[in-house]
């Protein structure tokens, strides 16, 4: 089993950064992909960011320029930095994890962006 660790949510006024954070604990053996979605309210969740194991990165259209991703492989943890944020990014962001065959996600934590 995969416990997955969030912090670095917020409120934030839009032009504002914010970092979030994610580790990774429990039977790990080895991750592949480390990434970030979010759910906005009445929105289904969407991919933010991703992450391969080599380093590979994918971004969203809505976030690219804005946002890095990036992860320690020795830590198990991945990071979300977030620049000129705006109302429309206001959300739960999720970190999600990929080891092996399974998924795993964290509880969510709230980003909030007022104009």
Known sequence: Q???V????GLVQAGGSLRLSCAASGSIFSINFMGWYRQAPGKQRELVAVITSGGSTNYADSVKGRFT???DNAKNTVSLRMNSLKPEDTAVYYCNVVAGPVGYW???TQVTVSS
């Open 2 to 4: 995969v416990q997955l």
């Open 6 to 9: 969030e912090s670095g949510g």
């Open 69 to 71: 991703i990036s992860r």
């Open 106 to 108: 964290g509880q969510g």
